[in-house]
């Protein structure tokens, strides 16, 4: 599973380099969500958020107030879980 993951020190410079998408999470160091927590994103969007604390292994709470961005955020973390899938078979 190829994962790219920003350290908080050299983010904006590796963001600089990057011209696609890339980027699996960005984090910081030290980790804003302790271990075993939960992420919770009370504007979740288009879900790249839930994305990444899904990739990271922590479970994840989105709130979004615009059905049409709910269910892009649903597509999108369905679709990683697929993808993800295929990576482990």
């Keep these: 599973m190829r994962k790219n993951v920003i350290l908080h020190g050299d983010c904006l ?3 600089r380099e990057i011209s696609d998408n890339s980027i699996d999470a960005v984090v910081t160091d030290p980790p ?45 973390v369905d679709e990683d879980s697929e993808k993800i899938d295929k990576e482990d078979e």
């Design 32 to 76: 804003i969500t302790p271990p075993g927590g939960i992420v919770l994103d009370p504007f979740a969007g288009s879900g790249s958020t839930i994305v990444a604390a899904k990739r990271e292994g922590f479970d994840y709470l989105g709130i979004e107030r615009e059905a049409e961005y709910v269910e892009i955020a649903r597509a999108r």
């Design 13 to 15: 410079e590796k963001l």
